[in-house]
């Protein structure tokens, strides 16, 4: 049986299926990178506070140097049997340098050594995560850019309301994920904090310097309450959460595309390299990578409501249940990378279908509220307007012609303030013109847009 670092006062080995059951090695040995930078650190603070010697901080620093590029190269024995990454560095060091390895764990409690860990990898992780948004956008301005003079109708309620140009609903995901962003930069203020000096749960006897630490590992600032460092997981649920945002405007475009490649809509063509196909109907062609990133926002959600209730009832300190936070962690982070990654290079690959979305913008009484402030212009209440071209619509609608396929007399019959000119009113391309209110789809409110994200993604 190995033996545990914490085995001194225990009469008897623990039982293998306790072992089992304890050990996070198997999902915690991905923080093996930051385990090693902690440690590092933590072994010259205490050289430079003569806790150990010069010459046992060489030794151990070197160690430390040669562990993880044993680990780099693949030549590392992850020993199944240590408890967690803590423990397996640990016993590599020992190996390595005999006893002198033990005082690594000097003033150090696992405790303070694991948040630290993932505040590490979360910062890392959410660096990485801001690059895949942002290439994210780029896709996205990239094919609003190209596509900026389609008009399509824009929906409420899933029925076609008003026309609109497709760049400007492609934005609007854009500003999405530039909250995301903001969201993301936010959390970085609080997770760039160094707990390390916590220890278990008191603080620590020896004459540490935290704000060495925290400079040597290109955090931010100290935790002000060694109880509350070694307990909090507030900065992963807040990551957590950000990334359940996300992965909802992902969601929500994903929904967007899966409805648009239907035939009964038929506004896009995915490519054939990033669909899928029927094992029995020959004629099928899905849209398999959006589904899967709209069923995968819902792992996100899962792990966000998972750490939540694991939190919930917990006294301070540091209790065993909080192991459970690395899996939900884990799996949002590999989610969330792998979602943005495939879906940068999806938006790349589809092409809109223009006679289709003309076709869709004509039908469907789409300028209706134009007309409606045209007869506002003419002198008219809206709410009398809006009445009006309501009974106007339903006289269409009998005679099952579009509004700009009625004649003049047709409409005059409602009111006496409708002249030949209210054709103007009733083109899609015109009301679109009309609507260059500080952010509307105007052409130039959505050229100015597109200005904006130009200059946001330095393109």
Same mark, same amino acid.
């Given at each position: ?33 930051? %385990? ?18 010069? %010459? ?9 140097? &040669? ?15 240590? !408890? ?16 002198? #390895? ?39 301005? &990239? ?36 909250? %995301?962003?903001?969201?993301? !930069? ?16 008191? #603080? ?33 649920? &807040? ?94 982070? %590999? @989610? ?24 869709? @913008? ?98």
């Amino acid at each position: 049986m190995a033996k545990k670092l914490w085995g001194g006062r225990f009469t008897s080995d623990t039982h293998d299926a306790v072992n089992t059951f304890n050990s996070s090695l198997q999902f915690d040995k991905r923080l093996w990178k930051e %385990d090693i930078q902690g440690s590092i650190a933590y072994c010259k603070m205490l050289g430079k506070q003569g806790i150990i010697s010069e %010459d046992e901080t060489k030794t151990i620093l070197s160690a430390l140097k &040669e562990i993880s590029s044993e680990i780099e190269k693949g030549t590392f024995s992850f020993d199944e049997s240590s !408890e967690d990454i803590h423990t397996l560095i640990e016993k590599a060091l020992i190996q390595k340098t005999g006893t002198l #390895g033990e005082k690594i764990h000097t003033g150090r409690s696992r405790n303070d050594q694991i948040v630290l860990d993932v505040r590490l990898y979360i910062k890392n992780a959410t660096e990485n995560i801001l690059q895949l948004i942002k290439k994210f956008q780029l896709s996205l301005f &990239e094919l609003a850019e190209k596509n900026q003079d389609l008009i399509m109708p824009g929906y409420t309620h899933l029925q076609r309301a008003q026309p609109v140009l497709l760049a400007h609903h492609l934005l609007a995901y854009y500003e999405m994920t530039k909250r %995301d962003i903001q969201r993301y !930069e936010e959390a970085l203020k609080r997770i760039n904090i160094l707990p390390l000096g916590s220890a278990a749960l008191a #603080g620590t006897t020896f004459a540490i310097d935290r704000k060495f630490l925290s400079k040597e590992l290109n955090l931010h600032g100290i935790t002000a309450n060694s109880m509350d460092a070694v307990s909090d997981r507030d900065f992963i649920l &807040e990551f957590i959460f950000i990334s359940a945002l996300l992965m909802m405007h992902l969601s929500r475009l994903c929904e967007e595309l899966i409805i648009w490649s239907t035939q009964e809509f038929d506004f896009i063509e995915i490519s054939d390299s990033f669909a899928t196909g029927s094992s029995i109907m020959p004629q099928k062609k899905n849209p398999d990578i959006p589904e899967l990133i709209r069923g995968k926002t819902g792992r996100v959600y899962g792990h966000l409501m998972s750490l939540l209730t694991t939190m919930k009832g917990l006294p301070l300190t540091y209790n065993k249940d909080m192991q459970e936070d690395k899996e939900p962690l884990f799996d949002t982070v %590999d @989610t969330v990378e792998k979602s943005l990654s495939i879906f940068s290079l999806l938006l790349r690959e589809i092409d809109f279908k223009k006679e289709n979305l003309k076709k869709a @913008t004509e039908s469907g009484y789409l300028v209706a509220t134009d007309l409606a402030d045209y007869l506002v212009t003419k002198g008219m209440t809206f709410r009398k307007a809006h009445h009006i071209v309501g009974d106007i619509i339903l006289a269409a609608q009998k005679k099952n012609k579009e509004l700009h396929q009625l004649d003049i007399d047709e409409m005059k019959h409602f009111s006496s303030l409708i002249e030949k000119d209210v054709y103007e009113w009733l083109d899609p391309a015109s009301c679109i013109e009309r609507r260059n209110s500080k952010g509307g789809t105007g052409s130039q409110e959505v050229k100015k847009a597109l200005h904006t994200a130009r200059k946001e993604l330095n393109v």
